[in-house]
Each structure stands twice: as C-alpha cells, then as structure tokens.
C-alpha cells in the first residue's frame, strides 16, 4: 500500500493520469474487454490509493456495502429496465416495417430533390428507439434504393441518416450513453430528453445536412449492385405484410417521450402530494412509460398483424442479447467512478484543471473527446468522464437543467472523429461502399461537426441556464 498517494495532490493526479492510460492501454493495445478493464484499473486504483479492502470489496457479512457492489448496483439499478425496454421498442418497431413506412412517407412529403433531408429525418425519428447499428441495418436499403432512383452519391444520402442516427444514440434516452451519464450525475430523464433536443437538432442540421450536402457533391460513389440486390430482396420480403400506419408508428415512438417530460415539468407545476402529482409521477418514471409503449407495440404492431407469441418471444430474446454486454461496460464504469469519488482523485483532478480557468462544461467535454479518440468507443467515454467529473460537480449545487447539458458536453465528446479503432467506423465503410479514405472525409468529418456543434449548442445554453 502506498499511503502518500491517498494525501497527496500530486500523487493523486499522478494515479490519475497513469490509471486513465493504463485503461487505454489495455482496451487498445491488448485487446481486453472494457467491462475487464474497467474493473482491473477500478481495483488498482482503489488499493493503490490507501482504501480499506473491506470498503473495496466488503466482508462476508456486509458485501452488499462494499464500493464494488455500490458502484454497479446504483447505476444497474437506474439504467438496466430502461435499456431494455428501449431494445425491445426498436425490435418491434423494426420487424413491424416502422420504419419502411416512415422512410416512404418522408419522401414522399419531401420529393426527390429533397429525399436526402427526408432520409435524415427519418434517421432522427427511428434513431430515437433503435440502437445506432440497428439504425443502419434496417434503413441501409432503402438508401441505396434512393441513391440509385436519383443517380447521385450514396453520400449524399448516407451521411443525413446517419448524423440523425448518430445524435439520438449520443444525446437522447433510452440510449445508453445518455442513460448512463444521467444516473452517475443524478440527472432526470426529462431534462437529457429538452436538452438532447436542444443539441441534437442543430447538430444534425450542420453536420447531417450543410456538410453532408456539400461532400456528397464531391465524393462520387455509386451504390453497389450486390446492395441494390439486398435492398429490393428486403422489400419483397415485407411486400406481403400489410404495413402500420405512420401515425401508429410516431406515437409508439413518441409516447414514452411525452409521459417522461410530463413527469418531469409535473414535479415542477404540480402541488406534491396531490392526486395528480403522483399519476405524473407514477408515468413519467422512464421504466414505468417504456414499459406502457412496449406493450402496446407487442399488442398494436404483433399481435394484431399477424405474430404469433413465438415470434415475439423469439424477438425479445434476440434483440436482448446485445444489451448484456453493455450493461457491464455501463456497470464497471459505475464502479471506476465510485473508486475515483472514494479516493479523491475526481475531484483532485477537476480542481486541478478548473485552476487553470477550465469550467466544468469544458472540462468534461476535452476528457470525453480524448478517452473517445483513444479507444473508439463512446459508451466508455461517457462512463469514464462522467466518473471522473462527478465529484466535482456533487460540491457546486447545480440544477437539473445544468447537470443535463454537462451530460450533453459529456455526450458530445464521445462521438468525435470516429476512425479506424471505432466499430461505427466499419460500419458505415461496409455497409455504404465506401473505402477507409472516403469514410474519413465523410463520416469522420461529419463526427467530429456534430461533436463540436453539439458541445457549442450545450456551452452556449449553459450561459443562459
């Protein structure tokens, strides 16, 4: 045990630093899972810096109050129902034909010579349940249809659908960056889903739009035959099945998201205690509100067109399996975060940086951008951030609206310049045909606008807050 780490600034900082590399080493250089990870460093960390193992790890008769069980089971506790609800939602509204029917309507509102703002909204709308992958998979072929209809650039119609897919999983619930990010900061959902909004809009418009408008006229890649021949094989895959409606569709979507802000200004307006107050409450809790729109999808979009109990059983199962592992990274950063809130080093750490004139919106925003450019993935970029800031800002009594929009700089930071050691990187390469020079000046480039556009729209409201 070295004890001048658990006083010293220096040394905290210093622990800080090299816990936060070795992190990165082990995710990027050897490979080991960042749930893994997390928890090697979080133990080190932890014994390194002077905690007593029975604060670490408990005892045989008081586990359950051990800074292990405490740091997976708070954030666990907050996100895991709501994640899988929010799964369960987008695999539904995905095997239903939602989002065909969105797309279609969209273009059809639009017209062709704007059916790339149409496919950008729709990445907006479906973005909201479905997971960012997802997102791809299920909307892919229809832009490529899209493409090849106008004789354009698949850019020209990727990149708007992908910045909306791509700022809903940064910014908006049920997703679990923002989730998570929400539960280490103590943040209602309400606020995430106004702020989210507030910074996924302009984002998507200047990213998704302005820029994806302009590099689509200047990358000129067709869409591959073997992809029309996936895309037109998926619609005559639905061609038979009669498709939901678009307003049945928007309100699955949109439910859960008007009874969790109904919650949210109920608590405000609302006299506690009252008859009203609870029933706001009561459906307005993010679980409570997801559960009510999963079950009316499994009712409205399957049962009622023809899915047998099978079926949905076996799409439940499906859909879930994906959700295990990030409910560990999620789960291993509440941990890394309790052991840096123990230690002292979050909090070392932000007064460090805050002396040199650095606020706690920025500050949070250059952590997430530097763990997100180092290892590629988000959900451990806002995990890791959110621990390390967390401390501080539990000192400085900021309001819910506050907290939302340093989850917001938090979120921005994860998503920027993604490249060659993020999975969304070959994603979009594989799946648009485009090669590793074509995805960097587009996809990247588009990354990194949303980033910036989204941590200025964030620094801009807090000013006003």
Request: include cysteine; glycine fraction near 10%.
């Amino acid at each position: 045990m070295i004890d001048w780490l658990q006083y010293s600034t220096p040394g905290l900082l210093t622990l800080a630093v090299v816990s936060i590399a070795v992190l990165l080493l082990l995710i990027i250089k050897f490979k080991v899972e960042p749930f893994i990870a997390l928890i090697v460093v979080a133990l080190l960390v932890a014994l390194l810096a002077g905690v007593p193992v029975e604060t670490l790890v408990g005892s045989a008769q008081k586990a359950s109050d051990s800074l292990l069980e405490k740091g997976f089971g708070s954030i666990l506790g907050h996100i895991a129902a709501i994640i899988g609800l929010g799964t369960l939602l987008g695999a539904i509204l995905e095997a239903s034909g939602g989002a065909q029917v969105l797309m279609d309507k969209l273009m059809n509102a639009f017209g062709e010579k704007r059916a790339p703002v149409a496919i950008g909204l729709a990445g907006l709308i479906f973005g909201v349940p479905v997971f960012f992958d997802i997102g791809i998979f299920v909307l892919a072929p229809l832009v490529y249809v899209a493409a090849k209809r106008s004789g354009k650039s698949i850019v020209l119609f990727s990149m708007p659908l992908l910045a909306g897919l791509s700022v809903m999983h940064a910014f908006m619930p049920p997703h679990p960056g923002p989730v998570a990010a929400a539960g280490l900061l103590g943040v209602s959902l309400g606020w995430i889903i106004i702020m989210g909004l507030a910074v996924a809009i302009p984002s998507w418009f200047v990213g998704g739009i302005l820029y994806a408008y302009w590099i689509g006229k200047r990358i000129n890649v067709p869409v591959p035959e073997e992809m029309l021949a996936a895309a037109e094989a998926a619609r005559e895959e639905n061609g038979d099945r009669e498709p939901p409606s678009l307003g049945l569709v928007l309100s699955i979507i949109g439910l859960p998201l008007v009874l969790i802000l109904a919650g949210t200004f109920g608590s405000i307006l609302l006299t506690k205690g009252s008859r009203l107050y609870s029933v706001a409450t009561f459906f307005g809790t993010p679980a409570v509100a997801l559960t009510i729109s999963v079950l009316l999808a499994f009712w409205l979009l399957g049962f009622r067109r023809g899915m047998t109990r099978e079926k949905v059983a076996e799409l439940s199962g499906a859909s879930l399996k994906p959700v295990a592992m990030i409910l560990l990274v999620v789960g291993a950063g509440g941990f890394f975060g309790a052991v840096l809130a123990a230690t002292g080093i979050g909090k070392t750490l932000a007064n460090e940086l805050s002396g040199i004139g650095l606020p706690v919106i920025a500050l949070a925003y250059v952590i997430s951008c530097v763990i997100r450019i180092a290892q590629g993935s988000a959900t451990v970029a806002i995990v890791t951030t959110a621990g390390i800031v967390a401390p501080t800002l539990a000192d400085l009594n900021y309001s819910q609206p506050q907290l939302a929009l340093v989850v917001m700089a938090i979120a921005s930071g994860s998503i920027i310049a993604s490249h060659v050691n993020d999975g969304g990187f070959w994603i979009v390469s594989r799946y648009f045909g485009l090669s590793v020079k074509e995805t960097l000046q587009s996809w990247t480039v588009v990354e990194t606008i949303l980033s910036v556009v989204g941590f200025v729209v964030a620094a801009l409201l807090s000013l006003v807050v």
